[in-house]
């Protein structure tokens, strides 16, 4: 029997769903869009990790603002890692993280300043790193109000 190959290309911004090798139909379907994409707001981590919006906010009940901004960061670093896990053993793999500015001249009192990593004898909370300078520096800018209220001391 000899075999018979055709090539398909995807239509732009699509990549192939699924082939029927009975009828010989293939179906396309709009590419994945890179997390940066899809996740402009906190209700966009909370659905690109299927959590109900009321049971995460049921959750937040009674918790003083950093400790809101904590758990909210948490996920966020989960969700734009996607699945990347960092190696603590491997001293070799930088993790990076947002760094801020106080008393900046924007009269904000805090803004984004840039990145860091650091490696495996570091001091800094391992949930909040990125695997990427990239996604450290999105994420500090886009959820600033979050990271303001986790590192900024306000007693209520």
Known sequence: M?????????????VI???DESTGTVTFKPSPKNVKERILTFEDVLKE?????????KSLVGLSADEVAYRKI??????????????WTNSNEPKYYPWFKMGSSSGAGFSYSGYDYWRTYSSAGSRLCFKSSDLAEH???????DYRDFLTLNID
């Open 2 to 14: 000899s075999t018979k190959q055709i090539t398909i290309k995807a239509p732009e911004g699509h």
């Open 17 to 19: 769903d699924k082939f």
């Open 49 to 57: 990790a299927n959590i109900d919006p009321e049971e995460f906010n």
């Open 74 to 87: 948490k996920l966020i670093a989960k969700v734009f890692n996607e699945d990347w896990i960092p190696d």
């Open 139 to 145: 994420v500090g800018k886009l959820f600033i109000d």
